[in-house]
């Protein structure tokens, strides 16, 4: 059972992180809940890590286990962001899981054929989507932007998931 949710977890909570975030943004998500799914997340990341390290020590999950090792401490400064009400750290943890993504995107669209676009597309996703939060007037076009994060990592997680 371990291994399954290793396996499908990810598709799961990519859309889901992205929906609450999106949500949050939007007003119809609480801030504690935000809060509460940052932790939450923190602890998922070490225990997947942990898990995972072995499955995950070569070839293009290699590169995977990199982004969750970077991305932990992400999560971990949107935990810190919310305990000291530091708008720095949310948004590092915010444009931090947008644009970690993107790079392990790139680093397995170089190393595979199989789904290449989809992975390709979705880095793009993510980079489109920071430029939108970046430039973003407006808490829908915050939410769009997150959207657009969402849509492309959920994409790429669930291609992973289902091809390999």
């Given at each position: 059972m371990l291994r399954?949710?290793?396996?499908n977890g990810p598709a799961l909570l990519v859309p889901a992180a992205w929906t609450v975030a999106g949500g949050a943004v939007a007003g119809v998500v609480s801030t504690h809940a935000l809060?509460?799914?940052h932790v939450v997340m923190?602890?998922?990341?070490v225990a997947f890590a942990v898990a995972s390290r072995r499955e995950m020590a070569t070839g293009v999950l290699a590169g995977w286990l990199r982004v969750i090792l970077a991305g932990?401490?992400?999560t971990l400064a949107?935990?810190?962001?919310?305990l000291l009400g530091s708008g720095p750290l949310l948004a590092i943890a915010l444009y931090g899981w947008a644009v970690l993504p993107a790079v392990g995107f790139v680093y397995t669209?170089?190393?595979?054929?199989?789904?290449?676009?989809?992975?390709?597309?979705?880095a793009g996703c993510c980079v489109v989507g920071v430029a939108g939060l970046a430039l973003a007037s407006t808490a829908?076009?915050?939410?769009l932007a997150i959207g657009l994060v969402g849509v492309g990592q959920t994409?790429?997680?669930?291609?992973?998931t289902l091809r390999y």
């Open positions: 399954s949710l290793r396996e809060f509460v799914a923190s602890v998922l990341l932990t401490p992400v949107g935990v810190a962001g919310f669209a170089r190393r595979v054929t199989a789904g290449r676009g989809i992975y390709a597309a979705g829908t076009g915050a939410v994409a790429g997680i669930l291609d992973a």
